[in-house]
Nanobody
Framework: QVQLVESGGGLVPAGGSLRLSCEASSSDFSTWTMGWYRQAPGKQHELVSI???????NYADSVKGRFTISRNNAKNTVNLQMNSLKPEDTAVYYC?????????WGRGTQVTVSS
């Protein structure tokens, strides 16, 4: 069982920045693909960004150029730097860890961007 604990959410004005962090309780962290997903009220769960064990990244079109995902395998953490935030980025953000056989989710952290 892997536990994922997110932090760093909050309330920011449009144009502001936030940095989300997710700490994983797994000795195999470096082998996992890590990701951030979000769910806004009344909308479907959607992928924000992922980073593979090899460091390759992928972003949703809506956040390209504004968000940056990174990982620190020594600290078992994955971060999401979010810049130029927009009201439509308001959502609960979830950390995700995936291997060939398993998928784990954090409990989420609320991000609210005021207009």
């Amino acid at each position: 069982q892997v536990q994922l604990v997110e932090s760093g959410g909050g309330l920011v004005p449009a144009g502001g920045s936030l940095r989300l962090s997710c700490e994983a309780s797994s000795s195999d962290f470096s082998t996992w693909t890590m990701g951030w997903y979000r769910q806004a009220p009344g909308k479907q769960h959607e992928l924000v960004s992922i980073i593979t064990s090899g460091g390759s990244t992928n972003y949703a079109d809506s956040v390209k150029g504004r968000f940056t995902i990174s990982r620190n395998n020594a600290k078992n953490t994955v971060n999401l730097q979010m810049n130029s935030l927009k009201p439509e980025d308001t959502a609960v953000y979830y950390c995700n860890a995936a291997s060939v056989f398993y998928v784990f989710w954090g409990r989420g952290t609320q991000v609210t961007v005021s207009s």
